[in-house]
Structure formats: C-alpha cells, structure tokens
C-alpha cells in the first residue's frame, strides 16, 4: 500500500536554529498538504501545494516558515529561527483523486 | 467561530457500549465530510466518509444532516481498541481544503 514519507520522524533543536522537514507523497497525487498539531487539538492547515504551486499559505507564519514544492514532487518544510512555541508534531498528507492520507508526521521539539 | 466543532469528551464507555459523537460545521456549501481516527502520537487515518444517505461500516455508522449541519458516528459494541480521538474533517467549498475538529477522545474501559 503506497503511503506518505516523512522525515525526520523527531527532531529536537534549540530556539533560534534552523530546521526542515521532508515530505514525499503518495505518488500521482498532486495536492500536498503541511499541517501542525497541537497536542489536544486538530491539524492546522500551514500549506496546500497544487503541483508545483501554492494554493493556501493563509496561516504560514512567514516570517519564519517557508515551504516549496519545486518539481511538484516531494516537499520541505522550513523553519528559522525555532522559536518555543513551535514545538509540535508537522504532518505531511497528500490527495489523488478521493480522501488525503497522511504521513507518520514529524515531533519538533525545541528547547 | 470554527469552521468545525467536535465535543473534546473525553467519553468514557465500558466494553461492549454504544456510543456516539456529534460534529457541527458552519458552512452549509461544504462538499464532503469524513471520520478520521488518531492514536496517540500517532497520524490520523482516515475511519470512514460520510455520504447524503448515511453509511456503515462493520460496528461504525456515519450520518450527515446537512440541513441542520452536523455528521455523526455511532460505535456499537465498543472494543478496547476503539480508544482514540476522532477527528470530524469537511471539505471545504474551496480547492480541495480540509477543515478538522479538534477531535473526541474516546476511552474504552474493561
């Protein structure tokens, strides 16, 4: 069964340094999303890619967050600096033509 | 206001017990809707759609009211391994945009 890739699956940083996350769809699906749990809440959506585009980037804080798709493939998610309040698990999902499935997700922690 | 509304719980049900979660959205062109389940720590993987007419699937049933806005699951017979959240998800009326509930945790006790 084709599922969705991530990594790191955790990954500690101290505030202020740099950190990516990798994400590699199901393959053929055009829509990839980027996502940030909260524990005891439900994803937020950062950012939903269309092929190569970026569709909805509303919520990316993005003085700090940069994210890019640039085959329309695989996708990296950036954040500098780290900041305490970032700490949160970062779920990859990706949608063919039905449902959007999700990958195992990435747990940032930083201290 | 939340474009998806979920009772946080948690519900706390023996074996055996029925049990069943509500879930309100706010925008009545809302296009699809889905139950996804999430372990803890884990990714939400998606439980079941939910479609005009309602739909089941083995011990799970999922309603949609779309004239009062709200999707339901039933769990009949609860089994310790039902415990977990569920996360009430709708599609949205844009591009192919997901909105989540903040989920209901379910306990299933001995």
């Given at each position: 069964e084709a599922e969705v890739a991530q990594s790191p699956r955790y990954k500690i940083t101290e505030k202020s340094q740099a950190v990516a996350f990798w994400c590699d769809p199901i393959s053929g699906h055009a829509t990839l999303y980027w996502y940030r749990q909260i524990l005891g809440q439900g994803p937020e959506l950062l950012v939903q890619f269309q092929d190569e585009s970026v569709v909805d980037d509303s919520q990316l804080p993005k003085d700090r967050f940069s994210a890019e798709r640039l085959k329309g493939v695989d996708s990296t998610l950036k954040i500098q600096p780290a900041e305490l309040g970032d700490s949160a698990m970062y779920l990859c999902a990706s949608k063919g033509s039905g449902e959007q499935y999700f990958g195992p997700g990435t747990r940032l922690t930083v201290t | 206001r939340k474009e998806v509304e979920q009772d946080p719980g948690p519900f706390n049900v023996p074996e055996g017990a029925t049990v069943a979660f509500n879930c309100t959205y706010s925008n009545s062109a809302s296009q699809s809707f889905f139950w996804y389940r999430q372990d803890c720590r884990k990714e939400p993987k998606l439980l079941?759609?939910?479609?005009?007419?309602?739909?089941?699937?083995?011990?799970?049933?999922?309603?949609?009211?779309?004239?009062?806005?709200?999707?339901?699951?039933?769990?009949?017979?609860?089994?310790?391994?039902?415990?977990?959240?569920?996360?009430?998800?709708?599609?949205g009326y844009n591009f192919n945009k997901f909105y989540f509930g903040s989920g209901t945790k379910l306990n299933v006790k001995p």
């Open positions: - | 079941m759609s939910v479609y005009s007419s309602g739909n089941e699937d083995g011990r799970f049933t999922a309603q949609l009211n779309r004239a009062s806005q709200y999707i339901s699951l039933l769990i009949r017979d609860s089994k310790l391994s039902d415990s977990a959240t569920y996360l009430c998800v709708v599609k």
